[in-house]
């Protein structure tokens, strides 16, 4: 449990979002092209990183606006949040 | 066996005050090579070494444990064990694990405290009376002992459940697997470690895995904080952090880790006499043999390795409790603790090959892996000695998530994943 600083809304408590998982997997544009362990590495594998993780989450119970966000899951501090569209930061 | 216990060995040992107990298993430094390392000395670790050198013959092996045997999940579930699951391969696995524990203090001359108390899952709506007595007729087609209950049966068999029709998630029935129960943790791991150990397998504890050595697609040995240690059969059986491995050999796999919480209350004389679980309002709770409530909460709803979990998910789980339980509102709860589990996105385990020859994964248990200990130790050390998987454990490999030939115990399973 942890404050979010959302990118709309500022700090909040993190019960109010709801976490989307590993960020930056990009939808293949033609699915129908891909073999089926392309398919499943898109659909199922994630890096599930022990350390930095870049995530996507959803400010659920505010305003209801996608973001993207930089956090430690070893220690669940945040290093950065981005808006959807932005550039993840290098560090 | 050397040193068995029994009555005769209590009384001997009670003369010497109890300090002449041998150890029950070595501390023994890495040799440079073995036949076979399984990494992660928890309870489904120590059994897949046990089961290997038990069946399989192979001696020559080692556990690596970066903390202290049974220091991780296997310390911090609830003891749940039963095997009311709705599929068919689902009903195979936990099912063999539930037939060995019921014999299992006996093989292992080890008191793990297994106790058939029986579970039992409530319905609170609707669609869980229909999901419930579906997975009831399931059970029963796979020869799994499972009746379904009514409201007033539930009162019967568990006095002390508010089953009054004005609570918010009234008791609609529930379901009872009566061969279900729990057992003591710490035990099956003890208990799997001393047989392991005096068939000579080496138990190597805070060592930790750094590195996993591939020679193009097999496996040559893995890099730890005592050194490099060569082999050519490698089980990883590390929970919560079976990514962390896998990352090192360049692997990746359809998990996601997070905290799933349980609390115990302060002990009280023995009021509830067996487990019961929720899936709706997520808690469930048993009394221990000290007489702590053992109640389990859920997941947080984000990857995380911190080994605490949030306060809110304890509160709604207490906050459920009460509801079903108003006799508890008083109590005080003494502590309160994580562990890091690894979801599967359809809630089954993978105990598998993988491509990268001598590389097996025995992960995925998500919320419920202490109940299969046993078969899944038995099942992976099948797997690891043939290069193949037994029949009870080929639907649970890890090519499932690219055929879609899944096993979605998601919401079937009788309680949330």
New interface residues.
């Given amino acids: 449990?942890f404050l979010i600083n959302c990118p709309y809304c500022g700090e909040r408590d993190?019960?109010e979002f709801?976490?989307g998982?590993e960020a930056h997997i990009v939808r293949p544009k033609q699915p129908t092209e891909l073999s089926?362990?392309q398919?499943?590495?898109y659909?199922?594998?994630?890096?599930?990183?022990?350390g930095v993780?870049f995530?996507r989450w959803n400010h659920a119970h505010g305003c209801r606006k996608w973001f993207n966000m930089v956090r430690d899951?070893?220690?669940?501090k945040i290093h950065a949040v981005y808006k959807m569209g932005e550039k993840p930061p290098v560090e | 066996m050397k040193n068995k216990y029994s009555i005769f060995s209590l009384i001997k040992n009670a003369f010497s005050q109890h300090e002449n107990w041998k150890q029950a298993w070595g501390d023994p430094e890495p040799k440079r090579e073995y036949e076979a390392i399984i990494i992660g000395g928890g309870g489904h670790g120590l059994a897949t070494a046990y089961y290997l050198a038990k069946k399989h013959n192979m001696r020559n092996i080692a556990v690596l444990e970066k903390g202290w045997i049974g220091g991780g999940n296997t310390g911090r579930n609830t003891t749940i064990i039963r095997s009311n699951y709705l599929w068919d391969a689902s009903a195979g696995l936990y099912d063999h694990a539930l037939k060995i524990w019921e014999n299992l203090s006996q093989e292992l001359n080890y008191n793990i405290m297994f106790s058939q108390r029986g579970v039992m899952n409530l319905a609170h709506n609707l669609q869980d009376v229909r999901d419930l007595k579906r997975r009831t007729h399931a059970n029963r087609l796979n020869g799994i002992d499972a009746v379904w209950l009514n409201t007033n049966q539930v009162k019967e068999f568990c006095p002390i459940i508010n089953t009054s029709p004005d609570i918010r998630y009234p008791v609609l029935g529930g379901t009872l697997q009566r061969r279900a129960g729990t057992a003591r943790h710490d035990a099956v791991a003890w208990g799997y470690a001393r047989g392991a150990d005096e068939m000579g397998v080496d138990i190597i504890q805070n060592c930790e895995v750094k590195g996993i050595k591939r020679n193009g697609d097999q496996v040559e040995g893995v890099e730890t904080s005592k050194g490099f240690i060569k082999t050519k059969k490698i089980g990883v059986v590390a929970a919560g952090?079976s990514?962390?491995i896998a990352?090192m050999a360049g692997l990746?796999?359809?998990?996601?880790?997070k905290p799933l919480q349980a609390l115990v209350s302060e002990p009280v004389k023995p009021i509830i006499d067996t487990v019961v679980m929720s899936n709706a309002v997520h808690a469930y709770v048993s009394q221990s043999d000290k007489g702590e409530l053992v109640i389990g909460a859920g997941t947080?709803?984000?990857?995380?390795?911190?080994q605490r979990g949030?306060?809110?998910v304890v509160e709604g789980t207490l906050k459920a409790i009460l509801e079903l339980y108003p006799i508890f509102s008083r109590m005080k709860m003494l502590r309160q603790w994580g562990g890091i589990v690894?979801i599967c996105?359809d809630a089954s385990p993978i105990i598998s090959k993988t491509n990268i020859k001598g590389l097996y994964f025995n992960c995925g248990w998500g919320t419920g892996g202490f109940k299969a200990t046993p078969g899944s130790g038995d099942f992976f050390a099948h797997t690891i000695a043939n290069d193949e998987p037994h029949k009870l454990n080929a639907a649970f490999n890890l090519n499932r998530?690219?055929?879609?030939d899944l096993v979605d115990e998601h919401g079937a399973a009788a309680v949330a994943h």
């Fill in positions: 449990m993190q019960s709801s976490c998982g089926d362990n398919w499943a590495e659909l199922f594998m994630r890096k599930n990183i022990k993780q995530e899951t070893s220690n669940d | 952090h990514s962390v990352n990746k796999l359809p998990l996601e880790s947080d709803a984000y990857i995380s390795y911190t949030s306060h809110d690894d996105p998530f690219v055929s879609g």
